[in-house]
C-alpha cells in the first residue's frame, strides 16, 4: 500500500475548510474573492504578496482547467525542503497549495490536482502545474 498523492492533497484542502482555520486565515486578513478560477485564484496571489507568506507569487495562468504557479520565498520553503529532501521534484505537501484549493473547492466546488511539479534551488522556487476537474 503506497501514499495516494491525490488523497493527501484533498485532506489538507479539507483541513483548510474547517471553520476554525477558515477563521485564523480571516484574522490573518486574507479576504479572497472571485467567483471563478481565475479570478480566485488571482485575489489569492494579491493578498498571501500582502500578507508577506510569499515573496514572490506569479500566476503564469489559470482557467477552469489549469493553473500554473510559480512561487518562491514562502514562509513554508523550510517544510518544504524537509518533506522533500533529497528529491527535487518530489511534490511536498504545501500549506499554500492546500489553502488555494480549499478557497476554489468551496467557491466552485472545482478539485484540483497537481500534474506537474519543479523546484528550482537558484531562485527558490516552486513551480505547480494544477489541473482544475469538475
Known sequence: M???LSLIWS???NAFQDEHIRGILNDLGLQ???DDVKSITESFMDEMMKSGMIQRMNVTSASDTEIVLDLGDCVFTQAGHAARGEGRDIIPPCSIMAILYSIINRTTGKNLQITKYEFKPETNSCY???KVEE
Open 32 to 34: 479572497v474573492k472571485g
Open 128 to 130: 505547480f502545474t494544477i
Open 11 to 13: 485532506q489538507l484542502a
Open 2 to 4: 503506497g501514499i495516494n
